[in-house]
């Protein structure tokens, strides 16, 4: 039996990872914070969905907290997932220092439990905000993150740059995903599309940042569970083609690398409200509004890299994945 440590366990993607890793079996130890960053309920009633289930165990930690190292050292886990982290690219701006403890030091706690605990395969979350000033799209994994435009995406590079001098310096395989704009079900409040239901359903305007000029790649969240599961069994190997005089990104001599996930798609943001609207069955009052400072004008990702790894994944169009959001909404809700 695999034995999995996954960290951010009550978040929308760790609980809906979760759920996948007990049903193929594995063992599955999650860790979470719990923390308020938006209503613990939700946190909690995700959890609950877990606890029952045979083969999975929780414990109550923070990743910035040093016991996560032993944690993870001690634990005989084959592999860690590592999701937990500060999110939200607005907060940052406000709250940076919780990012720097969230991202940067419970990143190395987790680093060094990896590297104590002689794990066989780290993967862990990155973003797609990594990408920041960059306008070339699709994103690929070999353009540039130099010329990051917001603090939390700064943290994420920073994660990318740790984690390859733990696969440089002990060899520990490292697979790091950037998520491009995931929903779905049982998804995190402070995203955009959660505010507009919320809001939208109270009959309250919604604020659409760029004057509504903005494209995202939104990403549903099985196809997300998909590549984590892919990577999962493939752990991360040194690239006999990488040529240390023409260095890229994404790869290296090291057993590191680095994939997109996303829908591949983009979706203009009014669109995207216009399909909210259609499942939800009303308008939205729409209050226009400049930029905000952090954001981006546009996500694509390019996922060929991904797909030749780990073979097609399969894809659920936006009217679907809102429609299965907005039902799963209103049953959470009672709306």
């Known amino acids: ?153 700064a943290t994420k590079k920073a994660n990318e740059a740790m984690a390859h001098c733990y696969a440089h310096l002990y060899g520990l395989p490292v697979t790091g995903l950037r998520f491009f704009t995931v929903y779905g079900p049982w998804g995190r409040p402070d995203m955009a599309y959660y505010k507009f239901a919320q809001k939208i359903t109270a009959g309250e305007p919604i604020d659409v940042y760029n004057h509504g000029r903005m494209q995202r790649d939104f990403t549903y969240i099985d196809e997300i569970v998909a590549g984590i599961l892919g990577v999962l069994e493939k752990p991360a190997a040194p690239d006999p083609r990488f040529d240390m005089m023409q260095p890229q990104a994404g790869s290296s001599w090291a057993p590191y690398r680095i994939f997109n996930i996303g829908g591949s798609h983009p979706v203009g943001l009014l669109d995207f409200i216009a399909t909210l609207e259609k499942h939800l069955g009303r308008s939205a009052e729409q209050r226009m509004l400049p930029m905000q400072p952090g954001d981006v004008e546009q996500t694509y990702a390019d996922t060929s890299a991904l797909e030749a790894l780990t073979g097609p994944i399969p894809r659920v169009g936006l009217d679907e994945g809102l429609a299965r959001f907005v039902a799963w909404f209103k049953d959470y809700h009672g709306a």
């Open 1 to 153: 039996m695999t034995r999995i440590l996954l960290t951010g366990a009550a978040g929308f993607i760790g609980m809906h990872l979760a759920e996948r890793l007990l049903v193929s079996g594995s063992a599955v130890t999650g860790i979470d914070s719990l923390n308020d960053y938006y209503d613990p309920r939700l946190k909690h009633a995700r959890l609950a969905r877990l606890t029952p289930r045979p083969g999975f165990t929780f414990e109550r930690i923070d990743v910035a907290d040093s016991r996560t190292v032993a944690l993870i050292g001690d634990g005989g886990f084959d592999a860690v997932i590592h999701l937990a982290a500060q999110a939200g690219v607005r907060y940052s701006i406000e709250a940076p220092l919780a990012y720097a403890a969230a991202n940067l030091t419970g990143f190395t706690h987790v680093l060094e439990g990896c590297r104590h605990g002689k794990v066989k395969h780290l993967v862990f979350a990155s973003s797609s905000s990594v990408y920041g000033g960059n306008r070339r799209i699709p994103f690929r994994e070999t353009d540039s993150t130099d010329h990051p435009v917001s603090y939390y995406a």
